[in-house]
């Protein structure tokens, strides 16, 4: 392996809670049931894939498509506001010493992310300018489970899937890399759903597996 593909939320940092109040906010809004076992379908997915899964419990009329880029519009403003309140110090100190020692080590890093605010968390965690490449919801147009942010990673880094190491949180990220032709380790749930080809404990793990 040359180099390694980090997903963002879950693996460099956390972002959950913000997602989840920011998606229950607009739940509660339209009277649309909305609990944590419901959110943690949407991890690893896009905010209009997220937001089709929410309406599944809608009773009503149909929503046009324009309503519905509003609503996801609307969650967007509310969890980007609540992201001003990040900063470095939501990077974990034992994180950011791996990431470094992986670069020393010779290995191209790159993030691969569906979530479109991808560069202002990096900006607000001061990891800003710090990968090789960023793949994000910005440049692709099919969210994990399909690999193509994966993918478009390795074609920035111009390295071959067989080259990369994907780092997942997300058993449907852990899902994109296989379907891209990518190792995988993971972390979190993916980890204890046993679906890596290497399930860790913790992030700093891969210092032992990228040596």
Known sequence: MKAIIFDLDGVICFTDEYHYLAWKQLAD???????????????????????????????????????????AAEKNDIYRESLKNMSPADLAPETKAA???????????????????????????????FFDAVSDGNNITRSKPDPEVFLKAAEFLGMEPAECLVVEDAVSGAEAGHAGGFKVACVGDAAQAGVGDWNMGSFTELLDICK
């Open 99 to 129: 990431l470094i020692e992986l670069r020393n080590r010779g290995y191209k890093l790159a993030i691969g992310s569906s979530s479109k605010n991808t560069p202002f968390i990096l900006g607000q965690i001061g990891l800003s300018g």
């Open 29 to 71: 809004r339209l009277g649309i049931e909305f609990d944590r076992t419901i959110n943690n379908r949407l991890r690893g997915v896009s905010r209009m894939a997220s937001l089709e899964i929410i309406l599944e419990k809608w009773h009503g009329e149909p929503f046009s498509q324009e309503q519905k880029e509003a609503f």
